[in-house]
């Protein structure tokens, strides 16, 4: 004897699914953040960072950004500059600094952050430039691949809260 059946699928719980996602877009979220607040944590102030979410059917965006131009500078670096005095007569700063950051790493450098050496006073400097620290490029290959696999997961566990999955 052959005994055939079918069964339907279970209706698709479209709530459940987004709430799933939106829980592993809020993870990821406070993880973006807290990566970005750690980089300008010894800065005074720190810079400011607003966090942006939007999710669809098909696609979740997550945006982390400052309008701080500290940040920008640093993350990206600048060309060679002109700086000239503008709020009082001369430029006064001490001749050797050691950065709080080095390219390519989100790691503070220990001591860093200190002016050094002799009192020096110009009305005009030429600024080298600053060398990219790429804080962007490095929190997003620290941070992509947990991303991917959390959102990853989400959509598994959505499916199995709506009913389908295993």
Same mark, same amino acid.
């Given at each position: !004897?052959?005994? !055939?059946?079918?069964? @339907?699928?279970?209706? @698709? ?11 592993? @877009?809020?993870? $990821? *979220? ?5 990566? =970005? *607040? ?17 999710? $669809? ?32 007569? !001369?430029?006064?700063?001490?001749? %050797?600094? #050691? ?13 860093? %952050?200190?002016? $050094? %050496? ?8 030429? =600024?080298?430039?600053?060398?990219? +620290? ?7 290959? #620290? ?6 696999? *959390? !959102? *990853?997961?989400?959509?598994? +566990? ?5 009913? =389908?999955?295993?």
């Amino acid at each position: !004897m052959i005994v !055939m059946s079918a069964t @339907l699928p279970q209706k @698709l719980n479209t709530a459940a699914m987004q709430a799933a996602l939106k829980k592993a @877009l809020l993870a $990821s *979220e406070k993880q973006l953040l807290q990566a =970005h *607040e750690n980089i300008v944590s010894t800065w005074n102030p720190p810079a400011k960072f607003v966090v942006r979410t939007q999710a $669809s059917t098909l696609q979740w965006i997550l945006w982390c950004y400052t309008l701080d131009n500290r940040y920008r500078w640093t993350d990206q670096g600048t060309k060679p500059h002109i700086i000239r005095a503008k709020n009082a007569p !001369m430029l006064v700063f001490k001749s %050797g600094y #050691r950065a709080k950051s080095k390219p390519k790493s989100l790691s503070p450098v220990i001591g860093g %952050g200190k002016a $050094s %050496g002799s009192w020096i006073s110009k009305k005009v400097v030429h =600024h080298p430039g600053t060398t990219a +620290r790429d804080f962007t490029g490095q929190i997003k290959k #620290r941070y992509w691949p947990l991303f991917k696999k *959390e !959102m *990853e997961g989400a959509v598994v +566990r959505a499916a199995q809260a709506s009913g =389908h999955g295993r």
